[in-house]
Nanobody, 112 residues
Framework: VQLQASGGGLVQPGGSLSLSCLAS????????MGWYRQAPGKQREWVASITSAGEANYINSVKGRFTISRDNAKSTLYLQMNSLKPEDTAVYYC???????WGQGTQVTVSS
């Protein structure tokens, strides 16, 4: 399975970004998917996940600010990020929970 995240960038505190992850090499609709992030000097952490049925879960620090969604017809996973904070700065990765590999991440920087 191949995963390609995109949509990162530089944004001011309070701003928004929308990340996308295009998946290939598997039947996308069958699997739970998730977003992780890794800040400089820190371990990679789980941010949000969505089941094949569309049930979503979030780490407490992003609840009410981030929304995970999926478009099975496009084999694409999304993460809408609102009210961004400097502590959200990290490289963001998407993950298919059925496979061990990681794709290329996308850098999100929240700074004034």
């Amino acid at each position: 399975v191949q995963l390609q995240a995109s949509g990162g960038g530089l944004v001011q505190p309070g701003g928004s970004l929308s990340l996308s992850c295009l998946a290939s090499g598997s039947i996308f609709s069958l699997y739970g998917m998730g977003w992780y992030r890794q800040a400089p000097g820190k371990q990679r952490e789980w941010v949000a996940s969505i089941t094949s049925a569309g049930e979503a879960n979030y780490i407490n620090s992003v609840k009410g600010r981030f929304t995970i969604s999926r478009d099975n017809a496009k084999s694409t996973l999304y993460l809408q990020m609102n009210s961004l904070k400097p502590e959200d700065t990290a490289v963001y990765y998407c993950k298919n929970f059925a496979f061990p590999n990681w794709g290329q991440g996308t850098q999100v920087t929240v700074s004034s």
